[in-house]
């Protein structure tokens, strides 16, 4: 009885050391793989920090052949061959400045209408291209914002520290035949009390002469924890 004793005894020993060890392994592998993705974190920041820094450098031009010498005097030939060295060359258009860009976009065109109104210096439109009572003659002139509407805006995404940026947008619409920011209030208020042939375009609209009349805002951008505005 007392061999079969400690024999059971023996065997509880050895099972219960053999799982401690077993959880100190899966312990120790837990704490590896938390250090690891740890550094995994850091890295992946770190590479697209660098890549930010990059893309809000301009692009170096690649220095341009010297123009070549005129052979027998040709200067067609010789402007041909300069010509097609330039081409080579990649322009950099972009209006970006230490993370931070000035965009737009400016529609303008001709228009003719059989029933119209005329041009309105502030209506976001400019004209009217559904007929309105007002359409009451022909118009033929400058016509803008018929595609998309006009805009200028300023966007940054500017480096505060090293997993964390700055982020804007201001944005605001215009009338580039007028260079009026876009008001359909105000387009409203230029024809009270005009009899209809005296009136122009009007139109209501959420764009009513605001600083920013499309977009303004702000925020915070983290590669790990993401963006807050």
Not at 29 to 56: F, H
Not at 140 to 158: E, R, T
Not at 171 to 179: A, I, K, L, V, Y
């Amino acid at each position: 009885m007392k061999r079969t004793i400690l024999f059971a005894a023996t065997v509880f020993t050895v099972a219960t050391a053999a799982r401690a060890s077993e959880l100190s392994d899966i312990q120790e592998q837990s704490r590896l793989l938390r250090e690891q993705n740890q550094a995994l974190t850091k890295r992946i920041a770190d590479l697209e920090r660098r890549q930010r820094k990059l893309e809000a450098q301009p692009a170096k031009q690649p220095a341009v052949a010297a123009r070549p010498a005129l052979p027998g005097g040709s200067m067609a030939a010789g402007y041909g061959a300069y010509k097609a060295e330039y081409k080579k060359a990649p322009v950099n258009d972009s209006l970006t400045w230490n993370g931070i860009t000035l965009y737009g976009l400016v529609d303008m065109g001709v228009t003719y209408q059989n029933h119209g109104a005329p041009l309105s210096s502030t209506a976001g439109l400019g004209l009217n291209y559904l007929i309105s009572r007002n359409s009451n003659g022909s118009y033929f002139g400058v016509g803008g914002n018929a595609l998309s509407s006009s805009f200028v805006g300023l966007k940054g995404n500017v480096e505060l520290t090293e997993e964390l940026n700055g982020v804007f947008n201001l944005q605001t619409g215009f009338n580039p035949w007028s260079g009026k920011l876009s008001d359909g209030l105000g387009s409203i208020v230029q024809n009270n009390g005009l009899a209809i042939g005296q009136q122009n375009t009007f139109a209501d609209s959420a764009k009513d002469g605001q600083a920013f009349n499309v977009a303004a805002y702000a925020g915070l951008s983290s590669p790990v924890y993401g963006t807050l505005t």
